[in-house]
């Protein structure tokens, strides 16, 4: 059964730091980009970071740009979500997806969705 499944998710104070975790099972995450994304009540959907395969191409929201950092151990068929300094506005719940390239990433053709970990950023 193909599935991917986000962990990492919880309450933390503004300033703090979360590391999210994308796990995959029944298919192999390492020939796959990831791209994690956010939604939070009554917006769209965010992209948030994208990784190639390889890892050799990255994307951020500018709103991220220089906290958050997304990584992959294909070993362990899982990608990462480093999330520092984080602010109250990103608060929301957290979904990685999984496409069979990077370009389809990046323009909405995704094969596969988790469920999603819920981050609050809140004192």
């Known amino acids: 059964q193909v599935q991917l499944v986000e962990s990492g998710g919880g309450l933390v104070q503004p300033g703090g730091s979360l590391r999210l975790s994308c796990a995959a099972s029944?298919?192999?995450?390492?020939?796959?980009?990831i791209g994690w994304f956010r939604q939070a009540p009554g917006k769209e959907r965010e992209r948030v970071s994208c990784?190639?395969?390889?890892?050799?191409?990255?994307t951020y929201a500018d709103s991220v740009k220089g906290r958050f950092t997304i990584s992959r151990d294909n070993a362990k068929n899982t990608v990462y979500l480093q999330m520092n300094s984080l602010k109250p506005e990103d608060t929301a719940v957290y979904y990685c997806?999984?496409?069979?390239?990077?370009?389809?990433?990046?323009?909405?053709?995704?094969?596969?969705w988790g469920q999603g970990t819920q981050v609050t950023v809140s004192s």
């Open positions: 997806a999984a496409a069979s390239s990077f370009s389809k990433m990046l323009t909405g053709r995704r094969d596969y």
């Open positions: 029944g298919f192999t995450l390492g020939a796959y980009a």
């Open positions: 990784i190639s395969s390889s890892s050799g191409r990255t």
